[in-house]
């Protein structure tokens, strides 16, 4: 495979610099894209770039994936209107190790093959540098007004941060840039890849190798994605979507792929899916003939939760999220985890009712319409219980003068119910 075509028909090159097809198509060549390291997840905003390494490893290239710790600890200017919180070394170290677990579901870390990953941390080559050193050995070789003319720096200053661009921050692109030399002189790493957003740091970089060593390196930036709507990609009412369960259920990530619009869908699955042109092709064909069946979605929901969490994490995910609109769920329901059965209820009307009263055993008209307010009064339960429209953890209740008691908890802590159709209610013992 062409790493460029590659790239190329997916819409995953916004710049690249002179010559970088040439150097690809010469020898196995050593690229590295750097990962900030302020948490210990990566989110689907770093998606793109890991992709990237993931296409050059596949082609037959090395990829290096490098964890900013020097640089997580100084903050980059670009696309930021406030400068970042810093952080201490043994954080950077736990969130390095995370990280790495992550990647490893996408890169080749562990063979003996040449082109293997290599995970590395640029706080290890610059710690011990001190400060006369970097002036004299790196900081005389690129001039004030070279760096003043980087876009993300004119942003800065022109108005956009409130506070302006503290001396650490501008720094930035001289930090980036020795990462760079450094990678080129160490791994003979010859490209830097990163988010449009990074061309100026990389490009600071190869010039600095170029003043330095005479050497040539090449930069190529991926677009930053965006949603057809103008809204930012990744962002949700909660956050961002992130690659670790313990902070986006595989539920909710599944959700968030099922529901993009028709006009990213087919964008996304050349980006985020290793799909081949001719796959996605005839799911837009097969989409354009049924758009209600948004087969798209369905694929593109399916291919990416599949990479990043597991085929069965996938499976569960589809039957979670067919819970609310099946009658013959009750199995499905009591098998959940927590989190899982709380995203699915994610909105709906919440009451809390006391366990205690729960372990005597509460009659059901009093727990719809006393103990709660799903009814208004006991006797609309019961005319609606008499007629098959409520259920209780997608069980009908046909008995208007049953009695729920703590055993029919889910998870030992809560109940749900439905009325008619559409009306869900979550029940949270206390």
């Not at 890991?50 to 710790?69: D, E």
């Not at 008499?386 to 009695?403: C, R």
Request: hydrophobic letters at 35%.
């Amino acid at each position: 495979m062409n790493f460029i075509e590659e790239l190329t028909w997916r819409g995953m090159i916004h710049t690249m610099m002179p010559g970088t097809d040439e150097q690809l198509n010469k020898e196995m060549t050593t690229a590295y894209l750097g990962i900030d390291p302020t948490a210990d997840s990566l989110h689907i905003g770093h998606l793109c770039g890991v992709m990237m390494l993931r296409h050059f490893q596949r082609c037959g290239h090395k990829p290096l994936a490098l964890v900013g710790g020097a640089t997580g600890m100084i903050g980059d200017p670009s696309g930021k209107s406030a400068e970042r919180n810093l952080l201490d070394e043994k954080t950077l170290r736990h969130n390095q190790e995370a990280i790495k677990k992550q990647l490893a579901k996408f890169l080749d870390f562990d063979s003996d093959v040449p082109n293997r990953a290599e995970l590395v941390n640029n706080y290890d080559w610059t710690k011990d540098v001190t400060f006369l050193d970097f002036a004299r050995e790196i900081g005389k070789h690129i001039t004030v007004n070279y760096m003043m003319a980087k876009d993300s720096v004119q942003k800065r200053l022109n108005g956009e941060a409130r506070d302006g661009l503290s001396f650490t921050e501008f720094t930035y692109q001289l930090l980036q840039g020795f990462d760079f030399l450094h990678l080129y002189q160490e791994k003979n790493c010859k490209l830097q890849l990163g988010g449009s957003d990074q061309w100026g740091n990389i490009t600071t970089g190869s010039e600095l190798i170029r003043r330095k060593t005479g050497g040539e390196a090449f930069a190529l930036t991926c677009p930053l994605i965006t949603k057809a709507d103008g809204g930012k990609f990744g962002k949700t009412e909660s956050g961002n979507v992130w690659l670790d369960a313990r902070y986006t259920s595989p539920y909710k990530f599944y959700q968030f792929w099922l529901n993009v619009s028709d006009a990213d869908a087919e964008k996304y699955l050349k980006i985020f899916t290793f799909l081949s042109k001719e796959e996605i092709e005839q799911l837009v064909r097969e989409h354009e003939e049924n758009p209600g069946a948004r087969p798209l979605q369905k694929r593109l929901a399916k291919e990416v939760t599949t990479m990043v969490h597991s085929e069965k994490d996938y499976e569960a995910a589809v039957e979670a999220s067919q819970i609310l609109f099946s009658n013959n769920a009750g199995e499905a329901l009591k098998a959940l985890d927590e989190q899982t059965l709380l995203d699915i209820f994610d909105g709906v009307p919440r009451f809390a009712i006391s366990r205690a009263e729960l372990e005597e055993g509460i009659p059901v008209l009093d727990l719809l319409a006393v103990k709660t307010q799903v009814f208004p009064s006991k006797g609309e339960a019961r005319k609606m219980v008499q007629g098959g429209g409520v259920s209780l953890n997608k069980e009908k209740i046909t008995d208007p003068a049953a009695t729920i008691d703590a055993s029919a908890l889910l998870g030992g802590k809560y109940l749900h119910i439905q009325k008619g159709k559409k009306n869900h209610f979550l029940l949270i013992a206390e």
